[in-house]
């Protein structure tokens, strides 16, 4: 019984606020498989996946940095290589099917191989620099996505609040602006005020957390605001 009882105790530790509010997320989200609009379903079940893998990795990081593990193999496979490229399919998927969110993929799956023999070793290093490179390709995805919006007319005569693709690709943008730079100096934080830290990587994962929940409620916007303006 005590080993049962510590059991479900370590799983709970490894249940953070940041890790149950992506689960808040993930849970929003599985309604719409049952209610949602044809339109959406791809673009649902990639967001979902997102959601799914970002929660698994937080959950599973966790429970290895409670036992003294090294977690650097899971959140960077699990993150930076499986969650950032279903980012990129979505962006596929919303950009009309463009070729360009599939080549930049690419490019950065060909930067990860690089970046894991020369630089930063998968299994052992945070990839920061892959994390870089990926935030600023999402960031400018996010830019053409509203470059379309607003010169192509791409939603003419529809609601931007009504889009789901809108509410996803603003949280986007707006998380991974903010944190590009908190990231991609995570090797010189050793050398920073311990407190400085904390509340900075306490500001990112607000971010983060309220972006995973939008990404959850992203798609009811159709049935909460009008479509038409």
């Not at 900075?200 to 939008?214: C, E, H, Q, R, T």
């Amino acid at each position: 019984m005590s080993a049962r009882l510590y059991s479900i105790n370590f799983k709970m530790d490894a249940l953070n606020w940041y890790n149950v509010l992506i689960i808040i997320g993930m849970l929003f989200s599985i309604p719409y498989f049952f209610i949602g609009k044809k339109e959406y379903q791809k673009k649902h079940l990639v967001i979902f996946f997102v959601l799914i893998c970002t929660s698994f990795v937080e959950f599973r990081a966790k429970q290895l940095q409670l036992l003294k593990f090294n977690n650097t193999l899971v959140i960077n496979s699990g993150y930076i290589i499986i969650s950032i490229s279903l980012l990129f399919i979505f962006f596929y998927l919303i950009l009309n099917k463009s070729k360009t969110p599939l080549f930049l993929w690419i490019i950065y799956i060909t930067w990860i191989i690089i970046n894991s023999i020369f630089f930063q070793p998968i299994g052992t290093t945070f990839q920061n620099y892959s994390w870089g490179l990926a935030s600023l390709i999402i960031i400018g995805m996010c830019f053409y996505f509203f470059y379309s919006i607003f010169s192509k007319n791409q939603f003419e005569n529809r609601s931007l609040l009504s889009i789901p693709e809108f509410w996803i690709v603003s949280f986007l943008m707006f998380f991974y602006a903010c944190s590009f730079l908190y990231f991609i100096s995570f090797s010189f934080y050793e050398r920073m005020d311990i407190t400085l830290y904390r509340q900075l990587n306490f500001l990112i994962k607000i971010l983060g957390s309220i972006m995973y929940v939008i990404m959850g409620l992203a798609f009811y916007a159709p049935l909460v605001f009008k479509e038409n303006d």
